[in-house]
């Protein structure tokens, strides 16, 4: 996972030149559970189909130019990346609800997760 690289990409795209912002979601493994329960391991599953619909329907939005995110999946520890997420398009309008939209929907919809 390379975050730098996902946003290099995000230039190369053809219709870059029409991008106002883009932004990016960096999603870690915290040390404690939203109950505050110790976090020493966490297992992560993803459904790879589901992350690309979540990202060609993110693309279809008005004022966006482009979507990408990547899921690690397996064993992973505090501290380490989970989710990448970086969403470019015209304004902020249009992008930071964008974002939100697709952080939310791969959260709840490809990501499976299990705390130890």
Not at 64 to 89: K, N, S, T, W, Y
Not at 92 to 106: C, G, H, Q, T, W
């Amino acid at each position: 996972m390379d975050l730098a690289k996902m946003i290099q990409e995000v230039k190369a795209h053809s219709d870059y030149k029409n991008a106002g912002m883009i932004l990016c979601h960096n999603g870690v493994v915290r040390n404690t559970s939203r109950d505050g329960k110790p976090v020493s391991e966490l297992f992560v599953k993803a459904d790879r189909k589901r992350l690309e619909e979540i990202l060609d329907e993110t693309k279809k939005r008005e004022g966006i130019i482009e979507a990408l995110a990547q899921v690690q999946e397996g064993r992973l520890f505090p501290g380490d990346d989970v989710m990448l997420v970086v969403v470019a398009g015209d304004f902020r309008d249009n992008v930071f609800p964008a974002l939100k939209d697709a952080v939310e929907a791969i959260k709840t919809e490809v990501t499976k997760k299990t705390e130890v």
